[in-house]
C-alpha cells in the first residue's frame, strides 16, 4: 500500500510539473506569436489548429485514457505478452487512424475554409495537417507509458520536448526577422521533432523490452473499451474550442485573436486546484473506504481554501489591471481584448473556487454525475 501510494504521488508531482511546466512555454510561446504576426493571421492560425487538434482527438478513439487501463488489467496477466500485444495494437491503430485524418484534413481544406467563410485559412489547413500524425502517434505513446507506471516519458516529450522546441524555433524566426509563413513551419517542425525523439525514447524503454505486435482480437476489445472514454473527453475538449470555432464561423480573423490572446492567460488559472487533485484523489478515496466522512470534508474544505487562496490574485489582477495586462504583453492593437480577459477569468475560476467536486465524486465512485 506504502508502495503504492508512493508510485501515485511521484506521478502525480512529475504530471503536474509537466503541466505548468507546458502551461507556461507555451504561454510565452503564443505571446511570440502574437507580437510576430497581425491579429488576422493569428486567427487564422487559431483556428486551423484547434481544427486540427479536433481530429486528432476523434482520431484517438478514446485510447489515450483506454490504453493505461486496458494495459494494466494486461500486465497483471501476462507481464510482457500483455504489453507487447497490446501497446502494438494500439500504436497501430492510432497511426492508421492518424493518417486518414491528416490526408481528410489536407483534402477537403478548401471545403473547410469555405464552411468558416475565409479563404486565408486553406493553406493554413493544408500544413497543419502535418501535425495530426504527430499529435496523436504522441498522446498514444505517452499513454502506453503511463499504462505502464511511467509518467516520464509523457512529461518529457509531450509536455516538454514539444514546446521547448517550439519556442527555441520561435526566438529564431525573431532573430532572423522572419514571419507568418515561417511560424506556420515552427507549428509543424516542433512537433515532429518531439515525435522522433520519442521514437528513440520508445525503442530503448519498450521495443528492446518485449516485442511489439497487432492482435486483432486486442484491436475489437481496445476500441470498443475506449469508444465511450472518447465522448466524455471530447465533450470536455468542446468547451476549450467552442468559442474559437464560433467565432470563427460567425466573425472575422481579427475577433478569433482577440478571444485567443487572453484565453492564453486564463489557461493558468486552474492550476492551482490541477495540481492539488493528483494527490487529492487517492488520499479521498482511501478516506471514504475508512467511512471517515469529517475527514474527508475537512480535507475538501482545506484544498478548496488553498485553491481558493492561490487563484484569487490571479483572478483579481486579470480583472482590475486586464487594460495593462493586454497591452503590456500583446499590444496596442489588442486592448479590445480586456473586458473578454475579464469574462474568461471569472469563468475559468467558478470551478476552481468551488473545489475539488469532480475528484470527490470519482471517489465515491459516482462517475455517472461526473
Keep these: 500500500m506504502a508502495n503504492s501510494f508512493h508510485k501515485v504521488v511521484h506521478g502525480g ?10 502551461t507556461v ?19 487564422l492560425i487559431s483556428i486551423a489548429y484547434i481544427t486540427s487538434n479536433v481530429l486528432v482527438t476523434i482520431a484517438s478513439l478514446g485510447l489515450k485514457t483506454g490504453v493505461p487501463r ?6 497483471g496477466q501476462d507481464a510482457e505478452a500483455g504489453v507487447g500485444r497490446v501497446a502494438g495494437t494500439a500504436i497501430v491503430i492510432s497511426f492508421s487512424v492518424s493518417i486518414i485524418f491528416a490526408v481528410l484534413q489536407f ?14 485559412v486553406q493553406p493554413v489547413l493544408e500544413a497543419f495537417s502535418l501535425l495530426i500524425p504527430p499529435l496523436a502517434m504522441i498522446g498514444i505513446l505517452s499513454a502506453v507509458f503511463r499504462g505502464m507506471e511511467n509518467a516520464k516519458a509523457k512529461v518529457i516529450f509531450q509536455d516538454i520536448t514539444t514546446n521547448v522546441s517550439r519556442l527555441v524555433l520561435l526566438i529564431s ?7 507568418y509563413e515561417e511560424i506556420l513551419t515552427v507549428y509543424v517542425l516542433s512537433v515532429w521533432m518531439a515525435f522522433i525523439g520519442f521514437l528513440f525514447y520508445v525503442y530503448r524503454h519498450l521495443v528492446k523490452l518485449v516485442r511489439l505486435r497487432f492482435e486483432a482480437s486486442i484491436a475489437r476489445s481496445l476500441i470498443w473499451f475506449s469508444l465511450p472514454l472518447l465522448a466524455a473527453g471530447f465533450m470536455n475538449n468542446v468547451m476549450a474550442w467552442a468559442g474559437t470555432l464560433a467565432l ?17 492567460l486564463v489557461n493558468v488559472i486552474p492550476i492551482p486546484l490541477a495540481a492539488m ?52 504583453l500583446f499590444g496596442e492593437q489588442y486592448l479590445g481584448s480586456a473586458n473578454v ?23 465515491w465512485g459516482d462517475t455517472k454525475s461526473v
Design 13 to 22: 508531482a512529475l504530471f503536474a510539473l509537466g503541466s505548468v511546466s507546458a
Design 25 to 43: 512555454l507555451q504561454f510565452v510561446s503564443g505571446v511570440i506569436v502574437i507580437r510576430i504576426v497581425a491579429p488576422s493571421e493569428f486567427g
Design 70 to 75: 486496458f494495459l494494466a488489467k494486461s500486465r
Design 107 to 120: 483534402c477537403t481544406a478548401h471545403e473547410g475554409a469555405a464552411t468558416f467563410g475565409k479563404p486565408d
Design 173 to 179: 524566426v525573431v532573430i532572423l526577422g522572419y514571419g
Design 248 to 264: 470563427g464561423y460567425l466573425s472575422g480573423t481579427a475577433d478569433v485573436a482577440l478571444f485567443n490572446a487572453p484565453l492564453r
Design 277 to 328: 487533485i493528483f494527490l487529492y484523489l487517492p488520499i479521498a478515496t482511501t478516506i471514504i473506504a475508512r467511512d471517515a466522512h469529517d475527514e474527508l470534508k475537512s480535507l475538501y474544505l482545506t484544498t478548496t481554501k488553498w485553491a481558493f487562496l492561490a487563484t484569487l490574485p490571479l483572478l483579481l489582477f486579470f480583472v482590475i489591471d486586464a487594460e495593462f495586462i493586454v497591452r503590456a
Design 341 to 363: 480577459l475579464r469574462v474568461l477569468a471569472v469563468g475559468f475560476s467558478a470551478h476552481t473556487l468551488l473545489g475539488p467536486n469532480g475528484m470527490t465524486l470519482i471517489s
